[in-house]
């Protein structure tokens, strides 16, 4: 669209006009003026650049909603007096637009002004009269202060200022907004917010976020926001304390202190009875107040990466209400004892991960609510307490890089475990009667170089789907149950390969086994004929492969690395859509013959195939989109390739084409076809 009609404003009934992201609309014709029942206009992202103007008789009054965001050629707002009805004014966007018409004055009935991403420093002093005006935005703005009479904007509920970053100071006048709720200023220069006295009827603000105020010192008398709910000063780095004050604020249900200077909480913030959320990631934090038990309320503490942080006070195990306490990242040595008779059992979330400094693990009896136990990287941590087995509703464990050797044999009377996380580890062994823990479907032990077995019960799993051992010593893999989906294992021990005949669930699959001295392809003969998405395999013993590879009737991605002994491909199962083949040293002949009717085969990647020669019916895949072929030197030529009707995008190095014969590179980006 690039214009409305010239006679639009006949059109008696028309109530609504959108044309958002009409980016060639540039004018809109004066008659508009005349519509006498339109009460929306919204033209975001056209390219408009300015409004007709409403003479003071015009009928058109019934306007409530003018949406210009987006206008990047809108320079000024119109003479706005005639706009009677007017609810919401948006201008979000519009980045030539460096004033607002004082006129906007007049707008008993405006409840939304949106000046967000605009050019516009300053508001003029007369939006002081919107009496209406519950919500003012102007995030992203270049606006440098606040009208100085903004007290008497009685309605007005919610100001959004965030990342105007030329924002340096709040008016004193702030204080007297008596319908003032929430009030975020993130990322401005304010160095202080006003101080607000007893007296005053300021008292209905429930959000106040500073949050990255990189200027901000100090937080003011607090004494009077007693209706606050959230405190957010997230990022204000010159912060190095909080008023005493705070521990009046009786509703106050989140305080974030992240990524400030301060080091020590008020000792007042005890007084908190509605406090649920602390958090203080990031921050100089170094204690926590010693009588932190007695804040009923709180359920969640993040000090994630508070890494002057030592000791949390044994106080801590008396809150009733905690449920998450993260403190990873810190450098405290242990956790506090929790008695059998102690109330604080409702704990489900413990994430000490990172904690180096860590030692051992309590008596975990008392954390019957647990349900993560997160202790990664805590490289000091040598074993976990037998009383680990007492947590019936644990539903993840992750002890990934620790120095545990051996889990307790308890852990078996996990019945509610469901992933169990090892990876990097020095676990050597999984326990004996693994398949006890009949709720287990994942287990992650990745890159755990001392890790032989596993366990022959481990078939007993009903529900088992992921198993990823990659970067171990196993010595042989047991039968394993028919539930996974997932199979990743890798060995540079292996004596024996794997028992994969039974896996009829079995959609990812990836083998990496050193079996040089096995001459039939015994694992992938006794595949299952189901259905396969994907397929990784990196085994030494592959010689060809042939007609085997067809019991993976429903294969979709096929990735074959490192088969150092495969000579020939063939036999593709039919349905391959994703095929890769990787740095297969003595691979000869890639045959795609049987790839069906050739319209599923998208992406074709072979690399590293330094006696690759030659690649049949290459040129009948109609349907090829992606195709790489990186040092095959001896693959002199390819076919004719007007077949490649689908081809987006190819790189084929050290090749001649017929096309092109003589070049050495040819890629997409500057060769056509």
């Known amino acids: 669209m690039q214009k409305l009609p010239e006679a639009i404003g006949m059109m008696e009934k028309l109530e609504e006009i959108y044309g958002e992201r009409c980016s060639q609309l540039e004018m809109i014709p004066s008659d508009i003026v005349r519509l006498q029942s339109l009460k929306i206009l919204k033209l975001t992202g056209t390219c408009v650049e300015n409004v007709p103007e409403l003479p003071q008789s015009s009928v058109t009054t019934k306007l409530e909603v003018l949406d210009l965001s987006d206008c990047k050629m809108l320079k000024e707002t119109p003479e706005l007096s005639a706009f009677l009805s007017l609810q919401k004014l948006i201008l979000k966007g519009c980045g030539l637009l460096t004033k607002l018409s004082d006129s906007i004055g007049m707008l008993k009935y405006l409840a939304e002004l949106d000046v967000s991403c605009t050019s516009i420093a300053e508001l003029p002093n007369t939006i002081v009269n919107l009496k209406s005006l519950k919500v003012l935005k102007m995030n992203d703005s270049l606006m440098q202060k606040l009208p100085e009479a903004i007290g008497i904007m009685e309605k007005l509920e919610e100001i959004y200022g965030e990342r105007c970053s030329r924002l340096e100071m709040i008016p004193s006048d702030i204080v007297r907004l008596q319908s003032l709720k929430i009030l975020k200023l993130t990322g401005t220069c304010v160095e202080n917010v006003p101080e607000l006295p007893q007296s005053s009827v300021a008292t209905k603000l429930e959000v106040l976020d500073l949050s990255d105020c990189k200027m901000l010192k100090e937080t003011p008398e607090l004494s009077a926001f007693l209706s606050l709910q959230k405190l957010i000063l997230k990022g204000c780095g010159l912060l190095t304390k909080l008023s005493d004050s705070i521990g009046m604020l009786k509703y106050l249900a989140e305080l974030d202190v992240s990524c400030t200077s301060i080091a020590e909480l008020p000792n007042t913030i005890v007084?908190?009875?509605?406090?649920?959320?602390?958090?203080?990631?990031?921050?100089?934090?170094?204690?926590?107040?010693?009588?932190?038990?007695?804040?009923?309320?709180?359920?969640?503490?993040?000090?994630?990466?508070?890494?002057?942080?030592?000791?949390?006070?044994?106080?801590?195990?008396?809150?009733?209400?905690?449920?998450?306490?993260?403190?990873?990242?810190?450098?405290?040595?242990?956790?506090?004892?929790?008695?059998?008779?102690?109330?604080?059992?409702?704990?489900?979330?413990?994430?000490?991960?990172?904690?180096?400094?860590?030692?051992?693990?309590?008596?975990?009896?008392?954390?019957?609510?647990?349900?993560?136990?997160?202790?990664?990287?805590?490289?000091?941590?040598?074993?976990?307490s037998d009383s680990i087995g007492i947590l019936k509703y644990l539903a993840e464990l992750d002890v990934s890089c620790t120095s545990i050797a051996e889990l307790p044999?308890?852990?078996?009377?996990?019945?509610?475990?469901?992933?169990?996380?090892?990876?990097?580890?020095?676990?050597?062994?999984?326990?004996?009667?693994?398949?006890?823990?009949?709720?287990?479907?994942?287990?992650?032990?990745?890159?755990?170089?001392?890790?032989?077995?596993?366990?022959?019960?481990?078939?007993?799993?009903?529900?088992?789907?992921?198993?990823?051992?990659?970067?171990?010593?196993?010595?042989?893999?047991?039968?394993?149950?028919?539930?996974?989906?997932?199979?990743?294992?890798?060995?540079?021990?292996?004596?024996?390969?794997?028992?994969?005949?039974?896996?009829?669930?079995?959609?990812?699959?990836?083998?990496?086994?050193?079996?040089?001295?096995?001459?039939?392809?015994?694992?992938l003969k006794r595949a299952p004929a189901i259905s396969y998405l994907y397929c990784k395999l990196e085994l030494s013993i592959i010689t060809s492969i042939s007609s085997y590879l067809g019991c993976f009737r429903c294969l979709e991605e096929l990735e074959l690395e490192n088969c150092n002994n495969l000579r020939y491909i063939g036999s593709l199962p039919s349905d391959l859509r994703i095929f890769a083949v990787y740095n297969c040293r003595f691979l000869e002949v890639v045959d795609l013959s049987n790839l069906s009717d050739f319209k599923n085969l998208e992406h074709l990647k072979v690399q590293g195939c330094p006696k690759l020669v030659e690649i049949q019916d290459l040129?009948?895949?109609?349907?090829?989109?992606?195709?790489?072929?990186?040092h095959c030197s001896p693959l002199l030529c390819l076919p004719d390739l007007s077949n490649w009707k689908e081809l987006k995008k190819w790189d084929v190095d050290a090749l001649a084409t017929y096309s092109a014969r003589g070049k050495q590179v040819a890629r997409s980006d500057d060769l056509p076809l």
């Open 271 to 384: 007084n908190l009875k509605s406090l649920k959320v602390l958090k203080m990631n990031d921050s100089l934090m170094q204690k926590l107040p010693e009588a932190i038990g007695i804040m009923e309320k709180l359920e969640e503490i993040y000090g994630k990466r508070c890494r002057w942080l030592e000791m949390f006070p044994s106080d801590i195990v008396r809150l009733q209400s905690l449920k998450i306490l993260k403190l990873t990242g810190t450098c405290v040595e242990n956790v506090p004892e929790l008695p059998q008779s102690s109330v604080a059992t409702r704990l489900e979330v413990l994430n000490l991960s990172d904690c180096k400094m860590l030692k051992e693990t309590p008596e975990l009896s008392a954390f019957l609510s647990l349900q993560k136990l997160i202790l990664k990287g805590c490289g000091l941590l040598t074993k976990l």
């Open 619 to 630: 040129d009948r895949l109609e349907s090829l989109e992606y195709l790489y072929i990186e």
């Open 409 to 523: 044999n308890t852990i078996i009377n996990l019945k509610s475990l469901k992933v169990l996380k090892m990876n990097d580890s020095r676990m050597q062994k999984l326990p004996e009667a693994i398949g006890m823990m009949e709720k287990l479907e994942e287990i992650y032990g990745e890159r755990c170089m001392q890790l032989e077995m596993i366990p022959s019960d481990v078939v007993r799993l009903p529900i088992l789907k992921i198993l990823k051992l990659t970067g171990t010593r196993l010595k042989n893999v047991p039968k394993l149950p028919q539930s996974l989906e997932c199979l990743c294992l890798s060995s540079t021990a292996s004596e024996k390969e794997p028992e994969i005949s039974n896996l009829v669930s079995l959609i990812n699959l990836e083998l990496c086994f050193p079996l040089t001295y096995i001459t039939s392809p015994t694992i």
